[in-house]
């Protein structure tokens, strides 16, 4: 489904992968793990640009507009799915059709009596999660998200995590919580400047790989 | 090299009465001149209008070099330029003031929505699925974003096309400019302080009565007012833009045989281009430059004195809000009717306008330095003594700003020193206005070509040096 083979990417002089081999099959959970700057981003970003039309993807900095409302934000979602005089009417008056859609993911993200609520208003965890229901709602089979629950409380963080899993086919993301992507993942793909220092599923993760991964440069 | 020499006969004594008028205003007038007033905000509503929906759709295309240099051209012709254009094409109706107004503010609006478009936060378009409709992507991920820099800058506008509005009442439209020069001319200053107080707490309280959710009743309440009153000849038009403005050796041989022949004699236009420049060109772009460089050297200095005087860290309560009121009165009077005033009391020479356009733009600049200075916050050991204070702890900390925002200015006061040659003054407002009276649109069009040759120089010129100081207008202080 997503192939990479011997790629290497850089911004300006900086090498952020290199050759980097990594193959995905759809219905995976991949989780990336690494330490900063190892290049997790980076190579979600160019698996993204593979399937653009038919994924989603969860930014870091959440991509949202702070002007607008969670609805509306979740609605961009979709923005691509409906005529321009559709998403007219709905920025201006929110059509029922929509709310009806839109509202099951909130609530399932606790995020339902936000709905009307500007995102700007909102507190970190809140906007992360607004960001989150913004993907799921793209109805897609493949989800990207860089860092998902950063800003959502340990517990939570599981839960949003678990509800992502189960309800999209493939999914890839970023972790800085090893836990977590060892508890959510099927596959981890430990990065190290911009390298593949290992791909296999959690159970065969020690401890030794993971202290070889976190080292000090 | 410039003229400054007092002309009049007894300046202090007129000085005197106009101070006497300053304290005795006449109410009464402005009642006798309502319709001017209502004409003034009409016209302002009107040509804001146009210009905000032109505007718009123009920066769109704003990276496109034809819209840019188009927009450059039209922002660079004074609003008095463009009455004095279309009076003859639309004659003295309501149109002739609306557009005058119109067409200036399309080029800085489309100007300052692109730049508001390219400063604003891109990063909300990256959760915007890729293959949306532009328009839909507009709507969500770019207009919610740049919405309130857009809506303070054009009620900003706002502000300065009442301004405009009224001065356009100097060259005959029935603004409040019309009465103003009548009422100055006849030395009747205390109907020109009524008038001018009445400006004043119009634009002070525009805040008040212009809210957003209702400004569109305003729009088609001016539209309704002077639709009945607007009269156009096509005939004139055509006229006008075929005919009219081409050079005389294209015109000469069917103006005297009595037809609208044209010919192509190239020659003669390029002689009849040549004898313009060397008798009126030159010298009117001399004397405007000059006149522009004094100004900026003076707004400068005038900025470095004003602003302290309404900046939290060297005045406090009264002085600083007495300050800050008189700072408002002298930038929301207009350089024209400054100059205008200025003039009765000193005669024609660069003094008057040198005082109005240093005033006007000292002010403005004073205000916007001393709101830059007020976020700034004092070292633990800043000097303690306010003039130890000012050159060694706030001065040099807002200075980058302070040159962004002069330079910024400097187009502007540019456009400012070559209009005020209608009042008198050697500049190329002066050759223009004279040509019109003449009759001679050809002329006065190529002048004001130039006019707006040299005012896009200088705003290229502004561009480039603000580029390599890397000083910004963004009210951001240096640390």
């Avoid at chain 1, 965890?125 to 800003?151: H, K, N, Y």
């Avoid at chain 2, 004699?265 to 006149?291: C, R, Y």
């Avoid at chain 2, 309560?317 to 350089?335: A, M, N, Q, V």
Wanted: net charge neutral.
């Amino acid at each position: 489904m997503f192939r990479l083979q011997d790629v290497s990417v850089s911004y300006k002089d900086t090498l952020a992968l290199k050759n980097i081999t990594v193959h995905i099959q759809e219905g995976e959970k991949v989780a990336l793990i690494g330490p900063s700057g190892a290049g997790k981003t980076t190579l979600l970003y160019t698996l993204y640009e593979l399937e653009k039309q038919s994924s989603a993807f969860v930014h870091q900095h959440y991509a949202l507009v702070p002007q607008l409302s969670v609805f509306h934000n979740v609605y961009m979602g979709r923005l691509d799915h409906h005529r321009t005089t559709y998403n007219l009417l709905n920025l201006l008056k929110p059509q029922k059709k929509e709310i009806e859609k839109i509202y099951p993911i909130l609530d399932s993200l606790g995020m339902a009596e936000n709905m009307f609520k500007r995102v700007g208003a909102l507190s970190g965890g809140q906007q992360q999660r607004t960001a989150i229901a913004r993907a799921m709602f793209r109805q897609v089979d493949t989800l990207f998200a860089d860092e998902p629950v950063s800003s959502i409380d340990p517990h939570q963080a599981g839960t949003v995590l678990q509800l992502i899993t189960r309800t999209t086919k493939t999914v890839i993301l970023s972790l800085h919580s090893v836990d977590l992507a060892l508890q959510f993942a099927e596959r981890i793909i430990g990065m190290r400047l911009g390298q593949v220092i290992f791909d296999m599923p959690p159970e065969k993760v020690d401890d030794r790989l993971l202290s070889q991964l976190y080292q000090p440069c | 090299m410039a003229d400054l020499e007092v002309t009049t006969l007894h300046p202090w004594q007129e000085l005197q009465r106009l101070a006497i008028g300053a304290v005795t205003p006449d109410f009464m007038a402005v009642y006798e001149v309502k319709q001017a007033f209502l004409n003034t905000v009409i016209f302002a509503f009107c040509g804001i209008f146009l210009s905000i929906v032109m505007g718009s759709v123009l920066a769109f295309f704003f990276e496109w070099k034809p819209v840019r240099l188009f927009c450059a051209f039209i922002r660079a012709v004074h609003e008095i330029f463009w009455a004095l254009i279309f009076l003859p094409v639309v004659g003295l109706n309501p149109l002739c003031g609306v557009l005058a107004i119109a067409v200036p503010y399309t080029g800085i609006f489309a100007k300052v929505y692109a730049e508001i478009r390219q400063e604003s936060d891109h990063s909300p378009l990256a959760g915007v699925p890729f293959q949306t409709h532009p328009i839909s992507r507009f709507f969500y991920g770019v207009l919610p974003v740049i919405y309130a820099d857009i809506k303070h800058y054009s009620s900003y506008r706002l502000e300065c096309a009442l301004r405009s509005s009224a001065i356009l009442g100097f060259v005959g439209l029935p603004t409040l400019g019309f009465h103003l020069e009548t009422a100055f001319r006849e030395g009747l200053y205390s109907e020109v302080f009524a008038i001018l107080y009445c400006f004043y707490f119009l634009i002070a309280s525009l805040k008040y009565w212009v809210k957003e959710k209702i400004s569109w009743l305003y729009v088609v309440l001016a539209f309704a007012f002077i639709s009945k009153e607007i009269s156009l000849s096509w005939g004139n038009v055509t006229r006008f833009f075929t005919y009219e403005i081409l050079p005389w050796p294209m015109r000469r041989e069917g103006v005297l045989s009595g037809t609208q022949d044209i010919s192509f004699s190239w020659d003669q236009v390029w002689g009849w281009g040549q004898d313009i420049l060397q008798t009126e060109g030159f010298a009117g772009v001399w004397e405007t430059v000059v006149l522009t460089q004094i100004v900026l050297v003076g707004t400068g200095v005038l900025t470095l004195l004003a602003f302290p005087l309404v900046c939290r860290h060297f005045q406090q309560g009264f002085p600083k809000h007495f300050s800050r009121y008189i700072l408002i009165i002298i930038r929301t009077t207009p350089e024209y009717i400054l100059a205008y005033a200025f003039l009765q009391l000193w005669g024609p020479s660069m003094l008057p306008a040198i005082l109005a356009i240093g005033l006007h733009n000292g002010a403005i600049l004073g205000h916007l330095t001393g709101q830059n200075a007020d976020l700034i916050q004092l070292r633990a050991d800043a000097p303690k003594g306010k003039i130890n204070r000012y050159f060694f702890e706030v001065l040099p900390r807002v200075y980058g700003q302070f040159l962004a925002f002069l330079f910024y200015r400097w187009e502007v006061m540019m456009r400012e020193s070559a209009i005020l040659g209608i009042l008198g003054i050697y500049t190329l407002g002066f050759y223009i206005d004279s040509a019109i009276s003449d009759d001679k649109m050809d002329k006065a069009v190529f002048l004001i070509l130039i006019t707006a040759l040299l005012n896009m120089i200088i705003d290229t010129t502004s561009q480039i040096i603000r580029k390599r100081l890397k000083i910004s207008t963004k009210l951001v202080t240096s640390s």
